[in-house]
C-alpha cells in the first residue's frame, strides 16, 4: 500500500509564513526516511486557508535534497494555470527528480481564489475539461496544441521534453462525483479528500472504477484517500487533541470555500453537488457535521488507527493514503511525534498489505 505526507501549508491571523515554510519543508524532507513514498503539495493562494501558489517549486527543492521519494502536486488547478505552463513545469520537475514526479489536476472551489485570478466559478469545469486533455496530450508526445474555446493554443513542444510517460502516475484530485468521474473517462486515478463518513461514498468509488473499466479496458488504479491525522501513543489524548485541531481546520475549510452559501447555484451547474451538499448542511447542526468529519479521518493512538483504516478498506477495497499532520494550530513538534510514531507503528502494517503499488516512482530513464 502506498502512503503518502500530504503537506497542506495552513496558517491563521497571527501566522508566520517564514514559520510555515520551515516547518513544512522540515515534514516533507523527513518523509522519505520515515518511509512515506510520495509527498503531496496541495496549490492554494491568497489566504490564512493554505498558501502554496507554486507546488512545484516547493516540490523541486524537495526533489534536490532527497532522491527515491514520488513528488505529487496535489493539484495544479487547472482553470488558474495556463496548460502550457503546466506541462512545462511537470515535465522540468519529472527531469530534477529523474522521474519521480506525479500528476495532480484539480479544477478549484473557493470563489476568493477565482475572483482573485479573475476567473469564472461557471467555466471552471469547461476550462478544466479543455486543458486537463491538453496536458496530458503533451506530456505523452512532447507537443502541446488545443483550438478550443478557452485555450486556442498553437502547437509547440514541451521541453525539456517529458523525462518518461505519465501513464499510471497520473490523478484527478476532487470531491464531487462528477469530477471523479471525468477522472474515469481520462483514465487517471482519482484521489478523494476524507470529508464525511466513507460509507456515504462506496456507490461512488464503484462506479469509478466501472467505469474506468468501460473506458480503457483495464482496472482502476487504487482510489487515494486524503486525511488529516493525528497519531498519539495515548489514545484518548490522541482523540483530544484531534477534536481541537480537526475542528480549527474543519471551521476553516467552510470559511474558506463558503460551504454554507448560496453562490454555488449562481455557477451554472459547474458545482452543482456544492449547490446540493450546502442545502443539506444548512439543515444541520455545524456540531454534528463536525463529528462526521471526524469519523472520517485518522486519529488515536497506532492501534485505533489501524483499526480505523481496516474498516475503510473492507469499505472501498483496496486504497492509498495522504496523510497531514500539520494543520489546524498544532504544534510542530506535536506533528513531528505524530508523523514518527505513525511511520514507526502503522506504516509496517499498512506496507504489509497487498493490492496497492509501494514501487519508487522513478524508472525508465532516457
Not at 522519505?32 to 509527498?39: I, N, T
Not at 487547472?78 to 522540468?92: F, G, I, S, Y
Not at 473492507?314 to 492509498?320: K, Q
Request: glycine fraction near 6%.
Amino acid at each position: 500500500m502506498r502512503v503518502n505526507l500530504l503537506c497542506m501549508f495552513t496558517g491563521n491571523s497571527a501566522s508566520d509564513d517564514v514559520r510555515i515554510y520551515k516547518n513544512e519543508l522540515r515534514l516533507a524532507l523527513d518523509a522519505e526516511s520515515m518511509g512515506f513514498d510520495r509527498v503531496m503539495a496541495v496549490e492554494h493562494h491568497f489566504t490564512d486557508y493554505a498558501f502554496c501558489p507554486d507546488n512545484a517549486q516547493f516540490l523541486s527543492y524537495v526533489a534536490a535534497q532527497t532522491s527515491t521519494i514520488g513528488l505529487f502536486p496535489a493539484a495544479f488547478i487547472l482553470p488558474w494555470n495556463d496548460p502550457v505552463r503546466v506541462a512545462e513545469k511537470t515535465a522540468m520537475l519529472d527531469h530534477l527528480s529523474e522521474g519521480r514526479a506525479v500528476l495532480g489536476l484539480g479544477r478549484g472551489l473557493a470563489r476568493v481564489e477565482f475572483d482573485a485570478f479573475r476567473q469564472s466559478m461557471a467555466e471552471s469545469r469547461d476550462r478544466f475539461d479543455e486543458a486537463a486533455v491538453m496536458v496530458l496530450e503533451a506530456l505523452e508526445t512532447g507537443f502541446i496544441e488545443g483550438d478550443g474555446p478557452y485555450y486556442a493554443q498553437p502547437r509547440a513542444e514541451i521541453r525539456p521534453r517529458p523525462f518518461r510517460s505519465f501513464r499510471d502516475r497520473s490523478y484527478m484530485v476532487g470531491t464531487s462525483p462528477t469530477s471523479i468521474d471525468m477522472a474515469a473517462r481520462l483514465g487517471l486515478g482519482a484521489m478523494k479528500f476524507a470529508a464525511a463518513p466513507w460509507e456515504f461514498v462506496v456507490d461512488e468509488v464503484n462506479h469509478y472504477r466501472e467505469s474506468f473499466t468501460a473506458h480503457h479496458g483495464t482496472e482502476a488504479p487504487p482510489l487515494i484517500t486524503g486525511d488529516v491525522m493525528i497519531c498519539h501513543r495515548d489514545d484518548k489524548r490522541g482523540e483530544e487533541l484531534a477534536r481541537v485541531h480537526a475542528r480549527d481546520y474543519y471551521v476553516s475549510v467552510l470559511r474558506h470555500y463558503e460551504l454554507l452559501s448560496d453562490h454555488f447555484k449562481e455557477t451554472l451547474g459547474s458545482y452543482a453537488h456544492y449547490a446540493s451538499m450546502a442545502e443539506v448542511m444548512r439543515g444541520t447542526s455545524e456540531e454534528q457535521s463536525f463529528e462526521g468529519y471526524l469519523s472520517a479521518n485518522l486519529w488515536g493512538d497506532p492501534a485505533r488507527i489501524i483499526d480505523q483504516l481496516e474498516k475503510r478498506r473492507e469499505l472501498l477495497g483496496d486504497f492509498e493514503l495522504g496523510v497531514a499532520v500539520n494543520f489546524g494550530d498544532i504544534d510542530i513538534e506535536d506533528a513531528r511525534d505524530s508523523m514518527r510514531l505513525f511511520a514507526e507503528k502503522v506504516l509496517p502494517e499498512l506496507k504489509s498489505w497487498t493490492g496497492a503499488a509501494t514501487s519508487p516512482e522513478a524508472g525508465d530513464a532516457h
